[in-house]
């Protein structure tokens, strides 16, 4: 290398433009030629297609945000007001204890056997509703006790039933159709000690 070209500058700059006019280097790609018309209509008629397929997607994602926002707020709906067909139902009930309570409030002596039917009346219908919408109550007396329903508090010995049954329900259970809201709270048979 000689030191005269690396102090010149405009030296430098003659052998930068000769290197340009010689063309690119060997290997590299040339510019291509414009595309013919049949490429051109082509390209162009595959560019109005990822157009519209981009389109496509857009509102197709657009879409699918919109039903998930709307599934969302139909499921809170759905949660928020579950209970309302089980509510309609208690409150004409409710109504009756009211009116039952008034009639209480203002009866005469002796009216006590009326008040009585009354809200004899009222725990039907209230049974019935609890019913109707998918409670069970679970009975235990007479029964072997099964600790997925019954709760034993205590053991009694007796020698009338056998060991293992229920001799008395203190408290009844629940049931919401197969699950088990509540168990029994029970006494349990056992055999006396001799």
């Known amino acids: 290398m000689n030191t005269e070209q690396v102090d010149n500058p405009a030296a430098e700059a ?3 433009n000769e290197n340009l006019s010689a063309g690119p280097p ?3 790609a040339t510019p291509e030629a414009a595309p013919s018309p049949e490429e051109f209509a082509t390209l162009k008629s595959q560019a109005a297609k990822a157009k519209e397929h981009w389109d496509s997607l857009l509102r ?10 709307r599934a969302a707020r139909e499921r809170q709906e759905a949660i928020k007001y579950a209970n309302e067909g089980l509510l309609q139902k208690l409150i004409p009930i409710l109504d009756n204890f009211d009116m039952a309570l008034n009639a209480a409030a203002n009866a005469k002596e002796g009216a006590a056997q009326s008040l ?5 009346m009222i725990l039907t219908q209230f049974r019935n509703a609890l019913t109707e919408a ?5 009975d235990a007396v007479g029964k072997t006790f099964d600790p997925n329903f019954h709760e034993a508090v205590s053991q009694q010995e007796t020698a009338d039933v056998p060991e293992g049954q229920v001799v008395q329900q203190l408290r009844k259970g629940y049931k919401l159709r197969d699950r088990l809201l509540r168990p029994a709270t029970v006494i349990v048979a056992k055999k006396p000690t001799a």
Do not use: M, P, R, S
């Open 14 to 16: 003659a052998a930068d």
């Open 116 to 120: 009585q039917t009354g809200v004899n």
């Open 60 to 69: 197709t994602t657009a879409d699918f945000d919109n039903f998930k926002k």
């Open 26 to 28: 060997a290997g590299t």
């Open 134 to 138: 998918g409670l069970e109550e679970i």
